[in-house]
């Protein structure tokens, strides 16, 4: 049944892009006219500059409307119901996307033009927020609506970033993808702290359905940028195999299969896995450690959220600089151990200055992490397999997320608001060393040459990748990767 749900939902999806695909037909992209290890075609000399712009500016206006929306939507359902599990609840279909339609969004990144997938997704998310602000300015309010309109935002969201993902490597060459990953990374952390969340506040304080109407504006407007990209249609697979026709559920099965076959790829998705689990143990009650054990006033909580996202910033921006003196195998332990110390400053001291200064470095060190794995997937995965790759490795970084506040709501409520702290610490520090020591800086550069990649599974004969939309935790000041 959900195969072939998958699919007609797919179908409906290609018919409104205008693709003219048969079920997995892959198309072939334009001329060959640079490439790399993985096969992958990027721009003209003078293209790349005009074509990243754009995407960086849908990006950034997307990334404003998450921001808008982060703060209105719980505002609006603290409006319309003060029960806690109504309430949460929030949270539920804020991350249920990522876990029910992260895969789907990965074939069809590698199915249909990108540039029309962000196009589509963003007006879709655009259209649907337009219309809850519609049923507001007219007094109809239920948080049944706003779960709907969160919910069906979230799937098209999956679908957006997921193939917004997948484009660097297309129009940039790889010595320049380090950069390209920190501005955006930089972009997203800036808009989605310092401006969207306060920006969202203040509309709704004035109208709750002025919140809604201008970060549909904001989609709308993403969805403008991304039609001044190139065409980003699919890449053919090999030749014998560009032709054959495969259903949705082979594609999924296909990009899993090559995720986890892809010995290094698996582990440092299984790094940033658990810097988001222990991430997200921390996160949610760190509220009550600032105003229980450390006796600080709510107003100084903002600290805790300003200083790591100021953090995350500084490591996206410093990346291009920093990964190539220290390399990336340093950078993935660091990614580990600095959130480790972090959490355990925080859960054994008392002392303010000194645990703002860990949780800063332990964003640095996190944000470098997301330009190290996200580059190693744009270009250790061929073109052609990149959305669903990159769906799959999402679907094991972020679906651990809820159940890392679950565990971290249970330690704090049977053994003290410390624990949760002292458990990561421990947790983090252990999984860096089972986990990180063969991520070194060797296997990933050598992870970008042919002869170590993966064979894809699932055919007949042989052939052949970020805090979440939002940063996880704010202690960590990120998740393990977008």
């Known amino acids: 049944?959900?195969?072939?749900?998958?699919?007609?939902?797919?179908?409906?999806?290609?018919?409104l892009l205008h693709v003219r695909l048969s079920a997995g037909m892959l198309m072939p992209d334009s001329p060959i006219i640079h490439e790399n290890a993985a096969r992958r075609p990027i721009m003209p000399a003078a293209a790349p500059r005009r074509s990243f712009a754009a995407l960086w500016a849908s990006q950034a206006s997307s990334n404003l409307a998450d921001g808008l929306l982060q703060a209105a939507a719980p505002l609006l359902v603290a409006t319309l119901t003060r029960d806690p599990l109504a309430v949460a609840g929030m949270t539920v279909v804020q991350f249920l996307p990522w876990l029910v339609a992260t895969l789907p969004a990965g074939a069809m990144a590698d199915r249909v033009d990108r540039r029309r997938i962000l196009t589509a997704g963003n007006w879709l998310r655009a259209a649907g927020f337009a219309l809850l602000a519609v049923?507001?300015?007219?007094?109809?309010?239920?948080?049944?609506l706003l779960y709907v309109a969160v919910f069906l935002a979230g799937c098209a969201e999956t679908?957006?970033?997921?193939?917004?993902?997948?484009?660097?490597?297309?129009?940039l060459p790889r010595q320049q993808l380090e950069r390209a990953n920190g501005r955006l990374f930089a972009t997203q952390s800036v808009i989605n702290t310092f401006i969207g969340p306060p920006a969202g506040a203040a509309l709704f304080a004035l109208a709750a359905s002025a919140a809604f109407y201008t970060g549909a504006a904001a989609f709308a407007l993403a969805g403008l940028a991304a039609l001044l990209l190139p065409a980003l249609r699919?890449?053919?697979?090999?030749?014998?195999?560009?032709?054959?026709?495969?259903?949705?559920?082979?594609?999924?099965?296909?990009?899993?299969?090559?995720?986890?076959?892809?010995?290094?790829?698996?582990?440092?998705?299984?790094?940033?896995?658990?810097?988001?689990?222990?991430?997200?143990?921390?996160?949610?009650?760190?509220?009550?450690?600032?105003?229980?054990?450390?006796?600080?006033?709510?107003?100084r909580y903002g600290l805790f959220i300003a200083v790591p996202a100021a953090g995350a910033i500084a490591g996206s921006l410093?990346?291009?600089?920093?990964?190539?003196?220290?390399?990336?195998?340093?950078?993935?332990?660091?990614?580990?151990?600095?959130?480790?110390?972090?959490?355990?400053?925080?859960?054994?001291?008392?002392?303010?200055?000194?645990?703002?200064?860990?949780?800063?470095?332990?964003?640095?060190?996190?944000?470098?992490?997301?330009?190290?794995?996200?580059?190693?997937?744009?270009?250790?995965?061929?073109?052609?397999?990149?959305?669903?790759?990159?769906?799959?490795?999402?679907?094991?970084?972020?679906?651990?997320?809820?159940?890392?506040?679950?565990?971290?709501?249970?330690?704090?409520?049977?053994?003290?608001?410390?624990?949760?702290?002292?458990?990561?610490?421990?947790?983090?520090?252990?999984?860096?060393?089972?986990?990180?020591?063969?991520?070194?800086?060797?296997?990933?550069?050598?992870?970008?040459?042919?002869?170590?990649?993966?064979?894809?599974?699932?055919?007949?004969?042989?052939?052949?990748?970020?805090?979440?939309?939002?940063?996880?935790?704010?202690?960590?000041?990120?998740?393990?990767?977008?």
């Open 234 to 299: 699919p890449t053919g697979e090999k030749e014998e195999h560009r032709s054959t026709p495969t259903t949705v559920a082979q594609d999924i099965r296909t990009g899993w299969a090559h995720f986890w076959r892809h010995d290094l790829l698996r582990r440092v998705a299984f790094i940033s896995a658990a810097i988001n689990f222990f991430g997200s143990v921390t996160g949610g009650v760190l509220v009550l450690l600032v105003t229980g054990p450390y006796q600080l006033p709510m107003s």
């Open 318 to 482: 410093l990346a291009e600089h920093v990964v190539p003196r220290i390399g990336g195998g340093p950078t993935t332990w660091l990614a580990a151990l600095t959130p480790a110390a972090s959490y355990a400053i925080l859960g054994l001291g008392h002392h303010t200055p000194l645990a703002l200064a860990g949780m800063f470095c332990a964003a640095v060190a996190t944000s470098l992490n997301q330009i190290v794995v996200s580059t190693l997937r744009q270009a250790a995965v061929p073109d052609e397999l990149l959305g669903r790759v990159t769906a799959a490795y999402r679907l094991v970084v972020l679906g651990v997320v809820p159940l890392g506040a679950l565990a971290g709501g249970l330690l704090g409520r049977s053994l003290g608001i410390r624990a949760p702290f002292i458990a990561a610490a421990l947790g983090l520090a252990l999984a860096a060393l089972l986990l990180a020591s063969r991520v070194t800086t060797r296997a990933l550069r050598d992870a970008e040459t042919p002869t170590v990649r993966a064979e894809p599974a699932g055919r007949d004969g042989p052939g052949d990748d970020e805090a979440m939309c939002q940063p996880a935790n704010p202690v960590a000041g990120g998740a393990g990767d977008r």
């Open 135 to 144: 049923t507001l300015a007219n007094g109809w309010r239920h948080v049944a």
């Open 1 to 15: 049944m959900w195969p072939n749900l998958t699919h007609q939902l797919l179908s409906w999806l290609e018919a």
């Open 159 to 171: 679908m957006v970033d997921n193939a917004a993902l997948t484009i660097p490597p297309r129009l």
